[in-house]
C-alpha cells in the first residue's frame, strides 16, 4: 500500500529524517513511534506531498506521491498534529467545508456528514462553534474532517496529545472501526502503550532514523531480557547491593527496576534469592518487557528524556 | 474554479461568524461618516451651534443691527450673560468678564463691540476678538461668520464711514456744502431730483435703511460681489461629498489588509495546511483571497455610498458607471495593499502592526481625513505617491465634478497598475512560501 523509499530531509543543519525506509502493508494498523522531535511529523507531511523530501520517494498503491500533485490527495486521510479547524465555525460548518473540497455535496455531503459525527460521537454539538468545545472533543472532529472522503489510507499524527482517557479510547475505537472496516492506518505517537495496544506491526524512529521496527513480539523477541522486577524504594541500601548481584538496577521516579542477568533465567530462582535478601514479597512485581525497554535498549535512553 | 468557490465560500462564512470584522468593516465606517459628514455637511439636523460670547457695549444702530444677525445665525451661538450662583441672576457679560472667561478656558472666543463701536473720531468700525487658539477650526469658522454678517452691511456702510472720514478732514460744515453741490451736479447731469440722491449720509439711520434697498444705491452698486460657485454646482451635499470617499477608502484598506491577513491565522490555525494536504493549490486558496476581499471590498464601498446617499443625499447615482469603476479599481488596490504586506511580514502580529501604522499614514498623506491642499507642498508630492490619494481624486472627480470616464483614467490606471504590480510581487513572495 504505502511504501517510503530513502527518504532524506534536511531544516536548515538540522538532518530531521535521515534516509528512512518503510513500507505498509494493505490493512494494517502500522505504529511510528518516536520521542519529540523524531521527525514523525515531518515523515507524514512528506507522505502526504505537503513537504518535498531532498531525496528518496514516497509511492502509494505503487503509484509516486509527487509534491504537491492533486492527483493522490483524495487517496490520503491525513490528521495534522495540531488542530486544524476553523475555531469560529460550528462542527456542521468545518465538515461541510472540507466535505466540499473532497467534491462532496447535497445529500451525499449531509449523510456522510452524520455518518463521521456519529462515528466520533459529536452528533449532539454539531452546532455548536468548535472554539466552545473541549479538547478532546476538538480532537475527534479534527479526526473526522480528514475521513470526509472515505480514503483508502489513513494517517493519523499523535490525535490523543492532551486528550482525557474518554476521548482517546473514542478515539482508539474509531481507528480499530476503520481498521477492521479495511482501512490502513498509520498512527505516529510518542506513547508506547498506546502503539502496543493498537498497532500490528511499528517502527521505533529516533532523531531520523528507523532504529527498528517489526510486530511487537518481534521487537520484545530482540531484547536479551524479556523479564524484569520491580521493586519499592523503601529498601535499604545494603538491600540495593545485594539485589545488584542479581541483575541490573534501573532507578525509576517510584521504582527500581531489576533486569535479572542472564545466569538467573529462572523466575522462581530471582524469587528465591529477592526473598533471601529479606524485602517482602509483597512489594515485588513482574512486569513484562514493554516498548520502553526496546527503546532504551536500542538507545541508552529512555523516551521520556 | 469550482475549489476556488468552495474556499471563498468559506471565507465567506468565518467572516460571518465574526462580529468583530462585520463591525470594523461596515458599522464603524458609518458611524464616522455620521460624525463627521454632520460636521461638514449637516445631516437631519442641522449642525450645533458654537458658543461664542458676545458683547454689545455700544449705542450704535449699526451696533444693534448685527447684534440681531448674530442672534439668528446659523453657525454662531452669541452668549451674553451667565447665571451666578450667589446670588441666583444673570450675570452679564462686560469686556472684562468675557476676557477672563476665554482666559480661563469656559468659552474659546468672545466678541466685543466696545462703546467705540463707531466714533467721530475713527472711520472704521472697532470690533474687539478674544480668543483661545486651541482649535484653529473653530475660530476660523466664527473669524469667518462674523466677517460675513459685518461685510453684509458693507455696501451701506461704506459711503457712512467714507463720510465720516470727509468729515474728520475738511469739517462737517463743508462735507455737507460738498455734498449738495456733488447731489445737485449728478441731479443736473441725469436729470433727477437732487434730494432723492442719498450719497455720502452721515446719519446711522441713512446707512440702515439703505441696507434694506441695497440695489438702488448707486453707491453699493459701485461694489459687486458676485459669488458664483463654478463646480459641484448640482452637489446637494457637498461637505459630505468630500469627506464620505475619503473614509470609505481607508476603511476600506482595513478590513481588506484584514481579510488577505486571514492567511496569517488560518497558517496558525493549521486551515491552511490542511487545506494544502486536500486537493487544494496554493493559487487556488490565493486566488479565492483575492477575489473574496475583493467582492467584500466592492460591497462594504457600496453600502457606505448608499448611506451616504440615503442620510446626506450624495448623489450617487448620477455618474453611476464612472462611481463603480473608481469602487471596483479602489478595491483591487486596497486588496493589492494587504496582500503585499501579508507576504512580507513574518508573523501576523507583525502585518498587524505594519499595516496599521502604514494605513494610518498614507490615510493622513492621501487626502482620506483632510484636503491634500492643506499640506505643504513637498508632503503634497509625497501623497500621489499613495493608493489613497487616487482613490480619493478619483471619488472626488466622479461625485463632486460628474467627470467621464476619460477625466478619471489616469486615476483608474494608477490604481490598477498599483494592484497589478504589488500582486506580482506578492506572487513571487508567495511562491517563495514564507507564508504556506
Ligand atoms: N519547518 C521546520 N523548520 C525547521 N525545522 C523543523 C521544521 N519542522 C521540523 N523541524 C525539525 O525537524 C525535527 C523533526 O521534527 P518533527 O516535527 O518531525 O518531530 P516529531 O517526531 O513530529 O516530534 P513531536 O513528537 O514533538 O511532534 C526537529 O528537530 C524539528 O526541530
Ligand atoms: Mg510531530
Request: hydrophobic share 45%; aromatic share 10%; with cysteine.
Amino acid at each position: 500500500m504505502l511504501k517510503i523509499h530513502h527518504i532524506v530531509k534536511h531544516f536548515g543543519r538540522i538532518a530531521a529524517l535521515k534516509d528512512i525506509n518503510l513500507e505498509v502493508a494493505r490493512g494494517e494498523f502500522f505504529g511510528l513511534l518516536g520521542p519529540n522531535g523524531a521527525g514523525k511529523s515531518t515523515l507524514m507531511n512528506i507522505i502526504v506531498g505537503y513537504l518535498k523530501p531532498d531525496a528518496g520517494s514516497v509511492s502509494v498503491d505503487d503509484r509516486m506521491m509527487v509534491y504537491e500533485s492533486m492527483e493522490m490527495r483524495s487517496n490520503i486521510g491525513y490528521v495534522p498534529q495540531e488542530i486544524a479547524l476553523y475555531q469560529e465555525l460550528s462542527a456542521i460548518d468545518n465538515l461541510k467545508i472540507f466535505g466540499s473540497i473532497f467534491e462532496l455535496s447535497g445529500k451525499k455531503l449531509q449523510t456522510k456528514i452524520d455518518e463521521v459525527l456519529e462515528l466520533v460521537q459529536l452528533s449532539d454539538r454539531k452546532k455548536d462553534t468548535v472554539k466552545t468545545f473541549s479538547g478532546g472533543m476538538k480532537r475527534r472532529l479534527n479526526l473526522a474532517a480528514s475521513i470526509m472522503h472515505n480514503p483508502p489510507l489513513i494517517l493519523c499524527d499523535e490525535p490523543t496529545v492532551g486528550v482525557d482517557p474518554q476521548s482517546r479510547n473514542a478515539i482508539f475505537d474509531m481507528l480499530k472501526h476503520l481498521n477492521e472496516s479495511g482501512k490502513t492506518v498509520v498512527y505516529t505517537t510518542h506513547y508506547m502503550e498506546e502503539a502496543e495496544r493498537l498497532c500490528s506491526r511499528m517502527a521505533i524512529i529516533d532523531n531520523g532514523t528507523i532504529i527498528t521496527k517489526g510486530t511487537l513480539s518481534q521487537l520484545l523477541e530482540n531484547l536479551d531480557q524479556q523479564k524484569s522486577v520491580k521493586l519499592l524504594k523503601n529498601i535499604s541500601d545494603e538491600q540495593l547491593t545485594q539485589v545488584k548481584q542479581i541483575g541490573n538496577i534501573i532507578e525509576h521516579e517510584f521504582h527500581f527496576e531489576l533486569i535479572p542477568d542472564e545466569t538467573h533465567s529462572k523466575l522462581s530462582e530471582i524469587f528465591s534469592k529477592i526473598e533471601s535478601i529479606n524485602i517482602n514479597p509483597e512489594e515485588i512485581a513482574l512486569t513484562r518487557a514493554s516498548l520502553e525497554d526496546v527503546f532504551l535498549h536500542m538507545t541508552g535512553r529512555s523516551m521520556r528524556d | 474554479m469550482k475549489t476556488v468557490l468552495l474556499l471563498i465560500r468559506k471565507d465567506f462564512l468565518r467572516f460571518k461568524a465574526d462580529t468583530a470584522a462585520i463591525v470594523l468593516t461596515f458599522i464603524v465606517p458609518i458611524i464616522l461618516i455620521l460624525i463627521f459628514g454632520n460636521i461638514f455637511g449637516g445631516g437631519g439636523g442641522s449642525r450645533g451651534k458654537i458658543n461664542v460670547i458676545f458683547v454689545n457695549e455700544s449705542e450704535s444702530k449699526i451696533a444693534k443691527t448685527i447684534e440681531a444677525k448674530l442672534d439668528s445665525s446659523d453657525n454662531i451661538r452669541p452668549v451674553k450673560y451667565y447665571i451666578d450662583d450667589k446670588p441666583r441672576e444673570k450675570v452679564y457679560y462686560n469686556e472684562e468678564r468675557a476676557k477672563s472667561a476665554v482666559e480661563a478656558g469656559i468659552f474659546r472666543a468672545a466678541l466685543v463691540f466696545p462703546t467705540d463701536f463707531i466714533s467721530d473720531t475713527s472711520s472704521s468700525l472697532n470690533i474687539k476678538f478674544y480668543y483661545d487658539p486651541s482649535n484653529e477650526i473653530e475660530i476660523s469658522l466664527i473669524q469667518g461668520s462674523v466677517q460675513k454678517l459685518v461685510m453684509s452691511e458693507v455696501p451701506a456702510l461704506l459711503p457712512y464711514l467714507f463720510r465720516k472720514q470727509i468729515n474728520k478732514q475738511i469739517g462737517k460744515a463743508e462735507a455737507g456744502n460738498f455734498q449738495s453741490r456733488l447731489t445737485g451736479l449728478i441731479g443736473k447731469f441725469f436729470d433727477v431730483n437732487p434730494d432723492s440722491i442719498s450719497l455720502l449720509s452721515d446719519s446711522e439711520d441713512a446707512v440702515l435703511n439703505t441696507s434694506v434697498n441695497k440695489a438702488d444705491n448707486p453707491i453699493s452698486n459701485l461694489i459687486k460681489f458676485d459669488s458664483v460657485q463654478l463646480v459641484g454646482k448640482e452637489v446637494a451635499n457637498p461637505g459630505v461629498t468630500r469627506i464620505v470617499g475619503g473614509w470609505a477608502i481607508m476603511f476600506l484598506l482595513f478590513s481588506l489588509t484584514g481579510a488577505a491577513m486571514s492567511l496569517f491565522e488560518e497558517k496558525t490555525e493549521g486551515t491552511l495546511k490542511r487545506l494544502l494536504c486536500m486537493p487544494v493549490q496554493r493559487s487556488q486558496i490565493l486566488w479565492s483571497k483575492y477575489i473574496w476581499s475583493m467582492s467584500l471590498g466592492v460591497v462594504q464601498l457600496s453600502v457606505m455610498f448608499i448611506f451616504a446617499w440615503l442620510v446626506f443625499d450624495v448623489d450617487i447615482f448620477a455618474n453611476f458607471l464612472n462611481l463603480a469603476i473608481v469602487i471596483i479599481s479602489s478595491a483591487a488596490a486596497a486588496v493589492s495593499f494587504g496582500m503585499i504586506i501579508t507576504s512580507f511580514a513574518k508573523s501576523l502580529n507583525q502585518a498587524n502592526g505594519i499595516s496599521t501604522l502604514l494605513i494610518l499614514v498614507i490615510s493622513a498623506l492621501g487626502g482620506s481625513w483632510f484636503p491634500v491642499s492643506l499640506l505643504p507642498d513637498w508632503m503634497q508630492v509625497i501623497s500621489k505617491g499613495t493608493i489613497t490619494y487616487w482613490s480619493v481624486e478619483a471619488f472626488l472627480q466622479v461625485l463632486w465634478r460628474g467627470a467621464n470616464f476619460s477625466t478619471i483614467a489616469p486615476h483608474v490606471m494608477v490604481l490598477l497598475s498599483t494592484a497589478f504590480i504589488a500582486n506580482f510581487y506578492s506572487l513571487l513572495r508567495f511562491r517563495k512560501g514564507k507564508v504556506f
